[in-house]
């Protein structure tokens, strides 16, 4: 990249049509995090069989949606 600078650069990328400059960025942020999604993914998948374990065992139950805003409204209000 000779002759190129963090101006030239932006400046060259800012040019670019609005879906290269969005695979740009999807591409940098790539390079900054590469494994974080799969990880994420990973951890929830071993949430969720916590979870699962947790009903099945006893340890929790399920509430409906409606007692769950129900409860909401009742401690904040509206």
Known sequence: MMGLNHDSVTDK???LPADARLKLVDKLLAS???P???EVEHLWALE???RVSQLEN???KLISGNEVFARIREKYGK
Request: overall charge negative.
């Open 48 to 50: 969720a069989e916590k």
């Open 58 to 60: 006893g340890k929790t």
């Open 32 to 34: 900054l995090n590469p």
């Open 13 to 15: 990328a800012l040019s």
């Open 36 to 38: 974080v999604e799969e």
